[in-house]
């Protein structure tokens, strides 16, 4: 029970200066836990007046994004339908026969009845 080497610690402890708190000691220590907490609470008032905002913006053009992507490749996929406004080749040719045969029916007959 008796160790030296603690009783040399006790006697350089008592040596030691001895320092008194200051009067203001406890105002101080209360002062800086209340500035903790209101530095918590301005850094989520804060967060919620800036943070939330960015973040539903940033959420809503991730959104955007991705359903516009979405969509492009969806719109590719369709086919596309054509509509012809000209007759074909095949329509004036047809056309072109049947005026000929008309015509030619009528040259025959414009010349007999000279």
Do not use: C, Y
Not at 26 to 39: C, Q, T
Not at 84 to 110: G, P, R
């Amino acid at each position: 029970m008796n160790d030296p080497e603690r009783d040399e610690l006790w006697r350089l402890l008592g040596r030691a200066k001895h320092d008194q708190p200051s009067h203001f000691f406890a105002a101080k220590v209360v002062a800086s836990v209340r500035k903790l907490k209101e530095d918590r609470r301005m850094f989520w008032t804060n967060w919620l007046r800036f943070g939330l905002p960015g973040a539903v913006a940033g959420a809503l053009a991730v959104f955007l994004t991705v359903f516009s992507v979405r969509l492009d490749h969806k719109t590719e996929s369709k086919p596309i339908i054509v509509t012809q406004n000209e007759q074909s080749d095949l329509e004036l040719i047809a056309d072109l026969d049947s005026a000929l045969s008309s015509e030619e029916s009528s040259v025959w007959l414009d010349s007999s009845s000279h």
